[in-house]
């Protein structure tokens, strides 16, 4: 979808109260005096990075991303082979998938009743018309097309949406898959905040979650093989066993879900 379209849905969420980005003074006192130093950062007009997604990007129209996005989805999506995309808009981006996943079935939701005009079932692409926090849809969009592995998020980009989706979709995704949340920047904007919590902030608690057996231990030992302090069961969120790992880029989270059900972590002395 174009990016930060949130003024041209038909029905945006009403904001009554938006919640402006506050912790730039503490970041920079946490940062210490050399991470916090000003440096100048400039623009970079010249010719971009070729690549195969690139390629496609350049000639494909109705398309608006930023530029570095392009190597993060190479990374990402090397393995899809069912792509959900949230954010339809002008349906370029779904030709760009078409294009650089030809054996995947890419689907594409949007509230925008319009971008119904981008259902392609020849070409197996589907676009299906709903509200990406209504878990009933989504439920519905699950229960038509099956699990997916890869989720690309570039919908209505408020944290609300964010989250929701997240919330709903990623403990049913493919085990092995990916989830990707693009234009987190719009977080720091006030029109998108609207609610306290940005997704910034829940992906900080993401990463707590994966780390929420050490909570309960006091000691290494509790890890240790063959000690008899070692813990070999306990409860913990779902969201522990299943993230494999967070990558955290410019405007970009990436959440990779577990190929399996993650055990408890074990510590030797060698």
């Known amino acids: 979808m174009a990016l930060f379209r949130l003024a041209l849905q038909p029905k945006a969420p009403f904001i009554t109260r938006r919640y402006p980005f506050r912790g730039r003074r503490r970041m920079l006192e946490v940062l210490g005096p050399d991470l916090?130093?000003?440096?100048?950062?400039?623009?970079?007009?010249?010719?971009?990075e070729d690549s195969a997604i690139g390629r496609i990007f350049e000639t494909t129209g109705d398309i608006h991303k930023l530029r570095h996005y392009l190597p993060i989805y190479e990374q990402a999506l090397g393995h899809t082979e069912r792509m959900l995309e949230i954010g339809v808009d002008r349906g370029g981006s779904l030709q760009m998938w078409r294009?650089?996943?030809?054996d995947a079935t890419i689907v594409g939701l949007d509230i925008n009743p319009k971008v119904t005009q981008y259902d392609d079932a020849a070409r197996?692409?589907?676009?299906?018309?709903?509200?990406?926090?209504?878990?009933?849809?989504?439920?519905?969009?699950?229960?038509?097309?099956?699990?997916?592995?890869?989720?690309?998020?570039?919908?209505?980009?408020?944290?609300?949406?964010?989250?929701?989706?997240f919330q709903y979709l990623f403990p049913r995704l493919k085990p092995g898959g990916v989830y990707i949340v693009e234009d987190v920047c719009a977080n720091y904007w006030t029109p998108y905040r609207d609610q306290p919590e940005s997704f910034i902030d829940f992906t900080k608690w993401l990463m707590d979650a994966m780390h929420a057996h050490y909570m309960q231990m006091?000691?290494?030992?509790?890890?240790?093989?063959?000690?008899?302090?070692?813990?070999?069961?306990?409860?913990?969120?779902?969201?522990?066993?299943i993230i494999d790992r967070i990558e955290v880029f410019d405007s970009v989270v990436v959440v990779h879900r577990a190929k399996d059900s993650k055990p408890l972590p074990r510590a030797s002395f060698s």
Do not use: C, N, W
């Open 99 to 102: 294009q650089y996943l030809p």
């Open 124 to 165: 197996d692409i589907h676009v299906r018309v709903g509200d990406q926090t209504d878990t009933a849809f989504l439920s519905s969009v699950l229960e038509e097309f099956g699990t997916f592995d890869t989720v690309l998020d570039d919908g209505g980009h408020t944290p609300h949406q964010m989250i929701t989706s």
């Open 218 to 241: 006091k000691s290494v030992f509790h890890l240790m093989e063959g000690h008899p302090k070692r813990v070999r069961e306990m409860q913990v969120p779902l969201a522990a066993t």
């Open 36 to 48: 916090a130093r000003p440096v100048g950062m400039r623009a970079e007009d010249g010719p971009p």
